[in-house]
């Protein structure tokens, strides 16, 4: 209909009708444009982008990408728009459509030089910043008319990939803003398929469901219902072997750099899984009534239902005694299964909490079975009222208890838990802590735990930096986490994060015990090989380091010790806490009022203003809901594994909060809005007001310039806010003036 319409249109009235297209600029990845640099009252309202929808769908190493853009035309005339979709370098446009009349929909894919020279064009004219995020990429331009009056539009464009194979690795990304306030709703699906297994898929951008098909291969989706901001990052490992290994690193152009080493085992790899004798510890004292105990009971039969047969567990339950359901462990079988049930169904909530003998009970059963993994879930929503009560003797006495290195998993249910004590009995095993808050289900938390204990492949894994002829190598890793790796898990991603120095490469030797006896797989860290591309792991480990220095505040207050104020262990923490939140723009529920906008602050008056916070909240808050918040943020923060742009944590009413309105991280750095003006940390951290060396004009080709040197360190996007920027770059200090 619409062409036969456009058959009978007159000249002349094709002529006011091209007259009244108006042009707007669409980025998905960040926002629309006005071509217009002057605003114009008469001008329609602009097109506006409703959602993205990306699909991927990747066999062995070729990625087909399907983006589908959904646009939106308030105005009460059709108009056109001209969308520019930023992509990898290397790709190649193979589908373009959208509903129209006219001529045939094309694409153009500007490679990157080509891409650069259009983003410089429009900014300069637009006297917009934002696509200088993208000066690193490839570009697909596309116009797109007509968009209906008042009406939809939605375009479909498909790009395909030859992915590079990295040892056992391989990469996917698809390029989008890391500015928060930039982003429009995004959903991506994606389908892995590969002819060898796949050891494990990981995502350090997103967080991500996985689920597999019946014919082997991962259907992928974002395990919240709105994409974070940043670009799409996925990587995964292919092995025929019992555990495959993969190393990167970001280089710091300081010397030296950050590192990250990725681990998995197939689902169905060559090594059989280990055995696990599993001990579940329940909490039954009477604040355990109702809801809690019923969530509790059907958490202890999931976790036996899902023992494979062979595989051992017993079972305790606490309130001023101990009692157990079998005097040592027993085989999973159709009658234990019913036994544990029917002794589950006859516990009763009452009386008081015993975790001491509770922990000790289950820690001192018959040594494993040769081959055996012991693991205890330990679940309580309460603090120590019976027996010993004091934090660092139930400690002790665990730690003294656990001959057979059990690993306990704990669960503190609710608000009134010693959250720090669960926090470090965990940590001192090798395991996680995990916190329930109220009104959240114990049983899927518990499940959600245990799923990942499935099939456990090595246990107790050392790293070893070693020279080319296997000689050990030290001083080359720094601050590396965690410090125990613990045991590597069929389909799961083991992640080890750290500093390295020096030029020379270093051999990275994972080694584990396995049912065959000792196993070790080697990665080769080549500070030459570092690139910029992987800006992800400096932030993550520096979340895992402040993590760290925060659980050893919390240390220093056990048992209500005091500290003194000037005490230079206390300080020295505070101190290095502040200097890495500052540097590279994580706060946390500690340095939260870094996020607010005012005068500058240096780090030294940063830190005087947290150290009265620390004292009151990480050394005076050892039970409630100010401390199961702190505890709940140690322990995400410890195993990061996925950036966290907005700043999430919970705060002491447990509720979720992000600062994300006045800091933009980027990369190995962060801006501060301060008066106005994006200031960068590494500027903060120079005092009060610093001066900067020179000034560079907007759009200037020393602008471009700049652009074009921070992309080389993934530090770009520094450019792309508005407003004026003060950034240092090679030890000078620079002021870009605002559009």
């Known amino acids: 209909m619409r062409i036969l319409v456009l058959i009978v249109v007159s000249i002349a009235a094709l002529a006011a009708f091209e007259a009244e297209i108006q042009h707007d600029i669409i980025v998905p990845q960040r926002h629309v444009m006005h071509w217009h640099a002057v605003p114009d009252p008469q001008r329609p309202a602009q097109v506006v982008i ?128 890391r500015h928060i306030g930039g982003t429009v709703p995004w959903s991506f699906a994606l389908d892995l398929r590969n002819d060898q297994p796949i050891a494990s898929v990981y995502s350090p951008s997103h967080q991500l469901r996985s689920e597999t098909r019946a014919d082997g291969s991962l259907r992928l989706r974002l395990a919240a219902a709105k994409a974070d901001p940043g670009s799409f990052r ?61 969530q509790a009971r059907a958490a202890a039969m999931q976790v036996i239902a899902g023992l494979e047969p062979g595989e051992r567990f017993n079972l305790f339950c606490y309130n001023h005694g101990v009692e157990g359901f079998a005097r040592e462990p027993v085989a999973k079988s159709v009658e234990t299964e019913a036994a544990a049930r029917a002794w589950l169904d006859a516990m009763q909530p009452r009386g008081g909490t015993n975790i001491h003998d509770a922990l000790l009970a289950a820690l001192q059963q018959a040594q494993p079975n040769e081959g055996e993994l012991p693991v205890v879930l330990f679940l309580t929503d309460g603090v120590a009222t019976v027996g010993p009560t004091v934090e660092s003797v139930i400690r ?43 009104g959240e289900n114990i049983e899927l938390a518990t499940a959600t735990v245990f799923d990942r204990l499935r099939g456990p492949v090595l246990r107790d894994l050392v790293l070893h930096p070693q020279d080319a002829n296997g000689t050990a190598v030290h001083g080359r890793l720094l601050d590396v ?40 797989t080697k990665v080769v860290l080549d500070p030459k090989a570092a690139t910029t591309v992987h800006s992800h792991v400096p932030r993550l480990w ?31 923490l505070v101190d290095e806490i502040v200097k890495l939140s ?99 940390g590494a500027v903060l951290r120079r005092g009060d007001h610093p001066q900067h060396d020179r000034s560079i004009a907007f759009a200037s080709d020393a602008y471009f310039k700049l652009a074009d040197r921070l992309a080389t360190e993934q530090r770009q996007g520094v450019l792309a806010v508005q407003g004026a920027v003060i950034v240092e770059v090679d030890g000078e200090v620079l002021l870009v003036e605002a559009p």
Request: charged share 25%; glycine share 8%; aromatic share 6%.
């Open 50 to 177: 409703s959602k993205v929808d990306v699909g991927v769908r990747i066999v062995n190493r070729h990625a087909v990408t399907t983006v589908d853009v959904f646009l939106h035309n308030p105005a009460g005339i059709q108009q056109e728009a001209e969308v520019l979709l930023p992509v990898p370098s290397g790709s190649v446009v193979t589908g373009l459509d959208f509903a129209g009349a006219g001529s045939e929909p094309s694409a153009r894919l500007l490679p990157r030089e080509e891409a650069v020279r259009l983003y410089r064009a429009i900014v300069s004219q637009v006297r917009d910043p934002a696509l200088m995020e993208f000066v690193d990429s490839a570009c697909v331009r596309t116009s797109v008319f007509p968009v209906p009056a008042h009406g939809k539009q939605r375009v479909r464009l498909v790009y395909e990939q030859h992915l590079v194979r990295d040892g056992a690795r391989l990469d996917y990304h698809v390029p989008r803003s």
């Open 234 to 294: 996925l990587s995964w490992l292919l092995s025929d072997e019992a555990v495959a290994s993969s190393v990167i690193a970001y280089p710091d152009p300081k010397g030296g750099g950050w590192f990250q080493i990725m681990a998995g085992a197939p689902a169905k790899g060559a090594a059989p899984a280990i055995r696990r004798q599993v001990t579940v510890v329940l909490d039954r004292s009477g604040s355990m009534n109702g809801t809690k105990i019923v």
């Open 396 to 438: 002790e006495r665990a730690r003294s208890a656990n001959a057979n290195q059990c690993r306990i998993f704990t669960f503190g249910v609710g608000d009134d838990v010693d959250s720090h004590l669960l926090e470090k009995i965990a940590d001192d095993s090798g395991a996680r802590s995990t916190f329930v808050l109220p």
């Open 481 to 520: 986490s965690p410090l125990a790796l613990g045991d590597l898990y069929q389909g799961e991603e083991l992640l080890v994060l750290g500093r390295y120095i020096g030029a020379e490469p270093v051999h990275l030797v994972l080694r584990g015990t396995g049912t065959a006896g000792v196993h070790e």
């Open 542 to 572: 520096a979340s895992r380091r402040i993590a760290t220095l925060v659980d050893a505040i919390r240390e220093l207050g056990a048992d209500g010790a005091t500290v003194p104020v000037h005490d230079p262990r206390y300080r020295e």
């Open 582 to 680: 500052t540097e590279f723009g994580i706060l946390t529920e500690y340095t939260a009022f870094m996020a607010e906008e005012g005068s500058l602050l240096a780090a030294a008056d940063a830190a005087a203003m947290a150290a009265p916070v620390f004292r009151e909240r990480a050394l005076g808050q050892r039970s409630g809901a100010g401390s199961v918040a702190q505890s709940r943020n140690a322990s995400e923060r410890k195993v990061q594994a996925t950036v966290n742009l907005d700043n999430r944590y919970v705060d002491e009413d447990l509720a979720e909060v992000a600062e994300a309105e006045t800091i933009m991280p980027q990369a190995a750095s962060a801006l501060y809005k301060r008066q106005g003006t994006w200031v960068e």
